[in-house]
């Protein structure tokens, strides 16, 4: 497993940006696909965008296409997700994720960072 520390949560208005960054200790950064999920009040966890271990291809789910972009950093044991255009629904804990880039579950999971839209 990988230790995942998340930050860049805040409070922002509606149409605003945010870039979360998550940082990876452990073993070789490189080797896990790595993702973003979210998780609003009351709501199941929903995966929001997740990029491949090398080549870096990005996924993203369609409520976010457009307006946010997964990044990393392998040098700095780094994943970013830079969040524009934030709507209401977007207010969640934003949670940083890996397992190994062959497949299977997430096994690390970070503490998560509170992501708040304000009208």
């Known amino acids: 497993q990988v230790q995942l520390v998340e930050s860049g949560g805040g409070l922002v208005q509606a149409g605003g940006s945010l870039t979360l960054s998550c940082v990876a200790s452990?073993?070789?950064?490189?080797?896990?696909?790595m993702a973003w999920f979210r998780q609003a009040p009351g709501r199941e966890r929903q995966f929001v965008a997740g990029?491949?271990?090398?080549?870096?291809?990005?996924y993203y789910t369609d409520s976010v296409k457009g307006r946010f972009t997964i990044s990393r950093d392998n040098a700095k044991n780094t994943v970013y997700l830079q969040m524009n255009s934030l709507k209401l629904e977007d207010t969640a804990v934003y949670y940083c994720?890996?397992?190994?880039?062959?497949?299977?579950?997430?096994?690390?999971w970070g503490q998560g960072t509170q992501v708040t839209v304000s009208s």
């Open positions: 452990g073993r070789t950064f490189s080797n896990y696909y």
């Open positions: 994720a890996a397992r190994e880039r062959s497949g299977g579950d997430f096994h690390s």
């Open positions: 990029i491949t271990a090398n080549v870096g291809i990005r």
